[in-house]
């Protein structure tokens, strides 16, 4: 099969060399957003995050004319009624800097005063064809607690305040190459990068 081209709607390098590493050795070819300097932004508009990641899939698809993956994540917590959850990025107002955002949730947390301080990072990740056609969806969920204050460098978002199921640590205290293996966008990601695995595989065969 020759190499096929595969848009991930980010801008984010990280997130694009995360995708090149869990297909290394597939023949597909992975573009970022940076590569279409004009292309219209996709809003996210959904009330869900499968809704959100397909939105973002088949815009930049149609748009693009390419095979397009993205994907919506964000915090839930359950004393806070499953909040931010989508609004995840936006929970402080538009522009809100991490700190702000984190700053808002554990503020909210104290004025509940409750012991509950269950939570869950959720990943969705959409592959949608050039038609706009979703193709694949994949999902991965990482619970955990949040903690009192903000810990840890090594993230972004709410990484700081999160400490996952079995770890004593926050997102932000574990090292990448272990946050890499158990984060709800891991594995949501593992499981894209089966299924295109198997169109490769299929592409091979015809």
Same mark, same amino acid.
């Given at each position: 099969?020759? !190499? ?6 980010? +801008? ?7 995708? =090149? ?10 573009? @970022? ?37 993205? @994907? ?8 806070? @009624? ?29 004025h ?7 939570? =869950? ?11 706009? !056609? ?5 999902? *991965?969920?990482?619970? *955990? ?5 903000? =810990? ?6 709410? @990484? ?5 199921? *079995?770890?004593?640590t ?8 272990v ?10 990601? +593992?499981g !894209? ?6 169109? !490769? ?6």
């Open positions: 099969m020759s !190499t096929a081209g595969l848009l991930i709607a980010t +801008r984010n390098r990280g997130k694009l060399q995360e995708l =090149r590493d869990l297909l290394a050795g597939s023949p597909i070819e992975l573009w @970022d957003l940076n590569s279409f300097p004009a292309i219209n932004p996709v809003a996210e508009t959904g009330s869900t995050f499968i809704e959100n990641a397909s939105l973002k899939a088949t815009g930049y698809a149609v748009q693009s004319g390419m095979m397009t993956l993205a @994907d919506d994540s964000g915090l839930e917590v359950e004393a806070l @009624d499953g909040s931010p959850g989508v609004l995840s990025a936006r929970y402080a107002g538009v522009g809100a800097s991490d700190q702000e955002r984190v700053d808002k949730l554990l503020t909210e947390l104290s509940l005063n409750t012991g509950n301080r269950a939570a =869950r990072f959720v990943s969705v990740v959409a592959v949608s064809d050039p038609s706009g !056609t979703v193709l694949n969806v994949s999902s *991965g969920v990482c619970k *955990g607690i949040i903690v009192e204050a903000p =810990r840890g460098t090594n993230g972004f978002g709410y @990484d700081p305040i999160f400490a996952p199921e *079995g770890f004593d926050t997102f932000a205290e574990l090292s990448s190459e946050k890499n293996v158990i984060s709800h966008r891991a594995r949501a990601f +593992r !894209t990068a089966k299924f295109l695995r198997s169109l !490769t595989l299929r592409g091979r065969a015809g």
